[in-house]
């Protein structure tokens, strides 16, 4: 079982969140041409690393607020979470 | 190759079973090949044996970095099917089940193809409206699919909770009688010997490390057992493809994802099919040892770890007690992990890449077993002519660009929104 930090509640069972998938992956900005080949990008390629991750998570059972995730994942480990408006660039 | 027979049996039995021949041999890396297949899985092992026996190519390797039916084609709950609503789908998996009713045959192993039917319940009008709608496209094609109706199914497993304070009540089903099991780890072995017989050098214990690529055409790859000179590389990694593409500067639209599975203690015979809840996600057969063997849902969270959490388990279990109230006596014996390589779509990649002698097999997500025999022939015809089988030709991957998506269930990788 995995006990995820919520960074609003703290420490809570895995049961009571969802998953949101990789929390770096960028919306081609608005306002601008956006190729074909940047919109497949953002939709469906990623890079899936071994190893740490930034990802998304929705506390969905709980506060409701998504947040981001820095979570290895080889191990499971999680390293640390962050609200949504923290920079913390790459997971690497 | 010493064929298998009831003959050698007796023979064997003379000398106390212990002079058969090994089933493969376990040679040293050469320092070049035709063609190298990475990935000692079932796909793997079945590319190497067609392009051996359907294509003449023999001089091939499979590297495999540790053993081979240690991944994935030791790890999922051996069902075969082919009832799918979309064409592609269809045609593809229906090829491979008419591969499996010889399968055993033309590998002279005993891969212990059961087709005990496959029965996919149905909890809502809707539901039953949707069933006889894939059940039609799969006649259509030619594959057995017959809509029944909850007396019907009373017949077939009488031990599921037909109750009036069922949550989830039995409306039907679909039966695709064609459907069944086979022994998984038969089928990574006799595709083993099979290949090995034909010529092809599987090497274990192998890592690649790198690839040597010149003027976007592969050369060759880097191992830990050495360089190995090549012109044409087949990738059949399951859930690190991502891993491997990344050594080619490419990224994939492919997420690693665990996907559990679990056995209960072995009990007497109790169900005949493989049956399926149609109410959330969770699927049931015994095995020939009589345990229930059981999996459902994803954990969820992209891993490569081949292990997954408790919580998943309990919600798959939750569901199966749900359907079959007497699975809540059994112990579990044992639970496990495997990497899936899930595609955006749902749909597996079958295709060249934009580097010359590169190919790709890989997005099988939970379905990768059904699909060995014909992953393998259509990879290998794929491999030997440098284009696509007709079978595999809707597989490709620029379909993530043409938008010729097969999005049978509309999910892919975002398990959150089913």
Redo the contacts between chains.
């Keep these: 079982m995995l006990e995820i930090k919520c960074p609003y509640c703290g420490k809570r069972s895995q049961n009571e969140f969802a998953y949101g998938g990789d929390a770096t992956v960028k919306r081609p900005e608005l306002n601008k041409e956006v190729s074909d080949q940047e919109w497949d990008t953002f939709v469906y390629y990623r890079k899936n690393p071994r190893g740490n991750h930034l990802e998304l998570w929705h506390h969905i059972s709980g506060c409701r607020q998504w947040f981001k995730a820095k979570r290895n994942t080889a191990t499971h480990e999680i390293i640390d979470t962050f609200e949504l408006s923290d920079d913390v660039g790459d997971a690497s | 190759m010493k064929k298998y027979s009831a003959f050698s049996l007796i023979k064997n039995a003379f000398s106390y079973h212990q002079n058969w021949d090994v089933a493969w041999r376990d040679p040293e890396p050469k320092s070049e090949y035709e063609v190298i297949i990475i990935g000692g899985g079932g796909h793997g092992l079945a590319t190497a044996f067609y392009l051996a026996k359907k294509f003449n190519i023999r001089n091939v390797a499979i590297l495999e970095k540790g053993w081979i039916g240690g991944g994935n084609v030791g790890r999922n709950t051996t069902i075969l099917r082919s009832n799918y609503m979309y064409n592609a789908n269809n045609l593809f998996y229906e090829e491979g089940m008419k591969m499996w009713r010889n399968l055993s045959q033309e590998l002279n192993y005993n891969v212990m193809y059961s087709p005990r039917g496959i029965l996919n319940l149905a909890h809502s009008d809707a539901q039953m409206n949707a069933y006889s709608r894939r059940g039609n496209s799969m006649r259509l094609n030619g594959i057995d699919a017959q809509l029944l109706y909850r007396e019907d199914i009373k017949k077939m497993i009488p031990f599921a909770d037909y109750s009036s304070n069922c949550r989830f009540p039995i409306f039907g089903g679909l039966f695709q009688p064609s459907g069944g099991t086979a022994r998984h780890d038969a089928v990574a072995w006799g595709y083993a010997r099979g290949a090995d017989d034909l010529g092809v050098d599987i090497i274990q214990n192998c890592e690649v490390t790198g690839f040597d690529v010149n003027n976007g055409k592969i050369q060759g790859v880097q191992t830990s057992r050495g360089n190995i000179k090549t012109k044409k590389i087949g990738l059949c990694v399951a859930g690190s493809t991502?891993?491997l593409a990344?050594k080619l500067n490419m990224?994939?639209?492919?997420?690693?994802h665990v996907l559990q599975a679990c056995v209960s203690e072995p009990i007497k015979p109790l169900l005949d099919q493989v049956v399926t809840f149609g109410a959330g996600h969770f699927y049931c057969s015994q095995s020939d040892k009589g345990e229930m063997v059981m999996g459902g849902d994803l954990d969820?969270?992209?891993?490569?770890?081949q292990r997954g959490?408790?919580?998943t388990i309990q919600h798959v279990l939750t569901e199966g007690v749900a359907l079959f109230p007497n699975l809540s006596r059994l112990k579990i014996l044992r639970t496990w992990g495997g990497i899936m390589d899930m595609s955006?779509d749902t749909s597996p990649i079958i295709d060249k890449t934009h580097i010359d002698g590169l190919y790709l097999n890989c997005g099988w997500c939970y379905g990768g077993f059904k699909a060995t025999p014909v992953s393998g022939l259509t990879f290998a015809h794929t491999i030997a002519k440098d284009e696509v089988h007709e079978l595999n030709a809707p597989f490709r991957l620029d379909r993530?660009?043409t938008g010729h998506l097969i999005d049978e269930k509309g999910i892919g990788?975002?398990?959150?929104i089913s």
């Design positions: 991502s891993l990344e990224t994939l639209p492919i997420e690693a969820g969270y992209n891993s490569y770890a959490n408790l919580p955006m993530f660009h990788t975002k398990t959150w």
